[in-house]
């Protein structure tokens, strides 16, 4: 029995006019999503319809939602947090492309890769596993001989390798001699002869290039690294490696030492023998396989290696540490919701600049709380503190106890400085304003600790090791805890987080009293640093604009206000922002 054809209705979208679709959906039931649905859609003729007249008319097609707005992909219903767009590639109704192109295009071009010229008479090198061959030529002979150090060695077959040719012979082989891994690049032939030093039969090595009259040829541009292995370590001086043996019996990645489906170590630390050692090893041009004396056998790639490298580590997104006048500036990530919302790399940009720059604004976001909650969950889960996930507040209306209720300008400050892990990112949205003042400042912290390190060393060594005590306190909660202002990275030795309040500090009881009126000098000459006029950078914050800042990072305040001021926001916890931003390939 034939099943009965789905009917196909219209699309409300001017751009799917004169077509008809399988899979449309109706506004939701839920009024408010309703009427974020048609505020989303911006269509001029739905404004003079009532919701429950829409509800009843039009259909949106699936074209305007995203995969992951459905519960899953055979499902045909909506998860509650969709909202439609006019287009996934457009969503604020300014340059809507065509729906039926929806891949981006890229210019080509032609690339070339040459070969550089091969050098005239080097003489070849000796490089392992290559088997291509290109064509077969024939050598001159050339009677050139010279005397090596002593080597023990054995026969076995090599390959040659110049720069640019590798050649394919049999040849005696120079192994390991006194931890030596010796690349060798010739014919040897062994004899024995007295030293003209010491008068003593010594085994010395002849080097000829007479070769087979018959040779093949290939070509290639890899040269093979060269090992030196000692009781303690392998070192690889053409990549710039010193490699610990235990280091590396410990990151063995076989399936025996790790389970690649958790990514964990699946071994007993302690059953490592403490005195393990590399027996032997061999080497390509894309792997290091070693031979431990406790019967073990590892390979590495030269990525991993290399990658893991702790003086070869770099930033992979570098910070930018700015005043006001650079920030003013620079291209710090300001994005529409719509873009943010559809486009992975406008969410890309978000993230990017705040590893960058510490800062990043969404506009076009409605405002009201529900939106705002609906561009961070975008990037970050929320992060819950006392204050709840999402959180208001208005100017005037003290519902906590916090100075920042009040009218009063708030100088630069980070938050959750009484918490034993401050959050890693602050969000705020200026929902509604009524009156005058309020502008939004924002100071960066990590300029401020460079300069005070660059005028003042001793001071800013001593804000890096003093701690000193905050708190903040009400009727249900008394949170507090210690720390220095300027925290360093352990590993890099960079700054990592400022801890700058002045309103949160607690008495200060943690210093012995000839330390004390030190550091009020110290936190002087810092404050001044906060307070300096170049570093300041004030804007206005409207409603519509969200803002999203890095509170290990940057400082922020506002000036005074008159009027009605709503606020609303959130925090992100710091590992979470570093997850997102680590998956994205923006740190390490």
């Known amino acids: 029995m034939q099943a009965t054809e789905r009917k196909k209705r219209a699309c409300v979208v001017p751009v799917c006019k004169d077509e008809r679709f399988d899979l449309v959906h109706k506004l939701p039931m839920n009024q408010e999503r309703a009427e974020e649905w048609v505020t989303n859609l911006d269509i001029p003729e739905l404004a003079t319809h009532s919701i429950e007249d829409l509800r009843k008319r039009i259909f949106v097609c699936s074209r305007h939602f995203r995969r992951q707005d459905y519960k899953n992909i055979e499902s045909r219903c909506l998860n509650k947090t969709a909202v439609p767009s006019i287009n996934l590639k457009a969503l604020d109704n300014f340059n809507v492309i065509d729906p039926k192109v929806m891949v981006k295009s890229y210019p080509e071009a032609e690339a070339e890769i040459v070969a550089p010229p091969v050098p005239p008479k080097l003489p070849p090198r000796v490089q392992r596993n ?21 080597r023990r060695f054995t026969e076995e077959v090599e390959e040659i390798l110049d720069s640019h040719f590798s050649m394919n012979i049999n040849i005696p082989k120079v192994p390991k001699t006194d931890g030596h891994v010796v690349p060798t690049n010739h014919y040897f032939i062994q004899s024995r002869e007295k030293s003209q030093r ?7 090595l002849e080097i000829y290039v007479n070769l087979p009259a018959e040779v093949q040829v290939q070509k290639s541009l890899v040269e093979a690294p060269q090992l030196v292995m000692s009781s303690e370590f392998i070192e690889v001086p053409s990549r710039s490696l010193k490699l610990n043996y235990f280091w590396l019996r410990d990151h063995c990645r076989c399936s025996e030492c790790y389970n690649h489906r958790t990514n964990q170590r699946s071994f007993s630390f302690l059953s ?14 894309d792997f290091l396989a070693i031979s431990w ?16 490298a702790s ?35 406008a969410a890309r940009s978000v993230v990017e600049s705040l590893v960058c720059y510490g800062v990043a604004f969404v506009d076009k976001v409605p405002a009201n709380v529900s939106c705002t909650e609906l561009a961070i969950k975008r990037l970050f889960p929320i992060h819950k503190t006392f204050f709840g996930e999402m959180w208001t507040f208005q100017s005037g209306v003290m519902k906590e106890s916090d100075t920042a209720y009040t009218h009063e300008a708030l100088g630069a400050h980070t938050d959750n400085t009484y918490f034993c892990d401050p959050a890693g990112l602050q969000v705020l949205h200026c929902t509604e304003f009524e009156g005058d003042g309020g502008e939004s400042l924002l100071v ?4 401020v600790a460079s300069e005070v390190k660059k005028k003042h060393p001793e001071v ?13 306190k009400d009727d249900t909660h008394h949170h507090a805890y210690t720390a220095p202002l300027i925290k360093e990275d352990k590993v890099t030795g960079s700054v ?67 009027g009605k001021r709503s606020m609303c926001g959130c925090y992100v916890a710091r590992t979470d922002f570093l997850s997102v931003a680590r998956k994205m390939k923006l740190v390490d």
């Open 130 to 150: 290559l088997t291509r061959v290109v064509r077969p030529v024939k050598l001159r002979e050339a009677a050139l001989v010279k005397t090596l150090k002593k």
């Open 198 to 204: 010491s008068g003593k039969e010594e085994e010395l």
């Open 272 to 285: 490592l023998p403490p005195d393990v050692k590399a027996k032997s090893c061999q080497f390509s041009d």
């Open 293 to 308: 004396n406790d019967g073990h056998e590892s390979q590495y790639s030269w990525d991993f290696l290399t990658s893991h």
């Open 311 to 345: 003086h070869l580590k770099q930033s992979v997104t570098k910070r930018i540490l700015w005043d006001a006048e650079k920030i003013s500036q620079s291209a710090f990530a300001r994005v529409s919701l719509g873009d943010l919302m559809a486009d992975e790399e």
């Open 444 to 447: 960066d912290g990590y300029r």
């Open 460 to 472: 800013y060594a001593r804000l890096c090791s003093t701690a000193i005590p905050f708190e903040y």
């Open 496 to 562: 990592e987080q400022i801890r700058f309040n002045l309103y949160d500090r607690a008495p200060l009881d943690t210093l012995p009293y000839d330390e004390i009126q030190q550091f009020y000098s110290d936190l002087r000459v810092m404050a001044a640093e906060v307070a300096s006029e170049g570093n300041e950078w004030w804007f206005k914050l409207s409603p519509g604009t969200v803002m999203i800042f890095d509170n290990w990072r940057l400082l922020h305040g506002r000036a005074a206000l008159t």
